[in-house]
């Protein structure tokens, strides 16, 4: 048989084998109803995460912003990043008769539950997340209503899709959806700056801006340069901790440091590894940092270079 028509024999053989194999494998069809993805994210009211250890975040949007279990604004970047995923998520593959029994199983055992909501009861995806691809591209999902689970992915995009969900080591978490802002304060709603130096009170001043007066630590007035009591006053616009912690019992042999009050509200600081309490090593840092307090809620995290335009001196304002 002449090579040409040897060619074209075998092209038709591939080609009817390929037919046949898409006609009659339901598992590798990939079709509309297979499809992750939300095109408006906009009509996204709610997310539902859930993953097997019991832990739950609902993330709401309402008027001005997202909230997570109805309790804390969540992080404009967090929230950024998964209406994004949700979006952009697009099919791969299906997932290979090789490894159809693995995935299923770690769908099943260590998979999170995603329910997106659209201004209705009911959800208008729900999905489960799996492990990443051994090359780390891809991610195992499975979409209710589908027949098999797919290879998932956002094209472009180098890495695999569960941290974009907030998902940790199969895990999920609320301190990782919440806002770290600390205070977001114009400077013409601040009625009030006390910053106390508790280990150098001589530093210490109390400052009101109705009359623009500012005292020592003893009670005197005293003068002061008003552009750097404005640059003071625009500090407070945009402050952020750097994370929350479990553990407030670290403060408790810790060295107060400053005392800032800012209206009604009082935020304390405390050096980190003082007294009776060993520095742990994930506390050892090269950027310098602290941790506070504020109103004596939960511990936080904070970062000097961050925190050091408003914990000043009254120096520094004169």
């Not at 993805?37 to 859930?50: E, G, L, N, P």
């Not at 199983?105 to 260590?110: E, F, G, I, Q, V």
């Not at 616009?237 to 440091?257: A, G, M, V």
Request: proline fraction near 3%; aromatic fraction near 8%.
């Amino acid at each position: 048989m002449p090579k040409k028509q040897l060619f074209y024999l075998t092209l038709i053989i591939l080609m009817a084998a390929l037919i046949w194999f898409l006609s009659n494998d339901k598992k590798s069809t990939i079709s509309v109803e297979n499809n992750f993805a939300i095109c408006d994210t906009a009509s996204v009211s709610k997310i539902f995460i859930a993953d097997r250890n019991g832990t739950t975040i609902t993330l709401n949007r309402n008027q001005k912003n997202w909230v997570v279990n109805n309790k804390y604004r969540v992080r404009k970047d967090a929230i950024k990043t998964i209406l994004t995923t949700i979006n952009q998520i697009r099919i791969q593959r299906p997932v290979s008769r090789k490894a159809f029994d693995n995935v299923i199983k770690n769908l099943a055992t260590t998979g999170i539950k995603i329910e997106i909501y659209t201004n209705q009861e009911t959800p208008e995806k729900t999905y489960t997340i799996g492990s990443s691809t051994s090359n780390h591209l891809g991610t195992y999902m499975f979409l209710a209503g589908s027949e098999t689970p797919f290879v998932v992915h956002i094209p472009s995009f180098n890495g695999f899709l569960s941290p974009r969900y907030g998902i940790q080591g199969n895990k999920i978490s609320e301190k990782g959806w919440r806002t770290t802002n600390i205070f977001s304060l114009k400077s013409e709603n601040i009625a009030r700056v006390i910053v106390n130096h508790i280990q150098q009170p001589e530093k210490s001043f109390s400052l009101t801006t109705d009359s623009m007066i500012l005292l020592n630590n003893s009670g005197n007035e005293v003068s002061f340069n008003q552009e750097k009591v404005l640059s003071l006053l625009n500090a407070f616009k945009l402050l952020n901790c750097e994370s929350y912690k479990n553990e407030k019992e670290k403060i408790e042999f810790s060295t107060p440091l400053h005392e800032v009050i800012v209206n009604n509200d009082t935020l304390r600081t405390y050096a980190i590894g003082n007294g009776k309490l060993l520095k742990d090593k994930k506390d050892n840092f090269t950027v310098k940092r602290m941790h506070a307090t504020l109103n004596n809620g939960e511990l936080m995290l904070i970062q000097d270079y961050v925190f050091n335009k408003v914990l000043i001196t009254i120096n520094q304002l004169q």
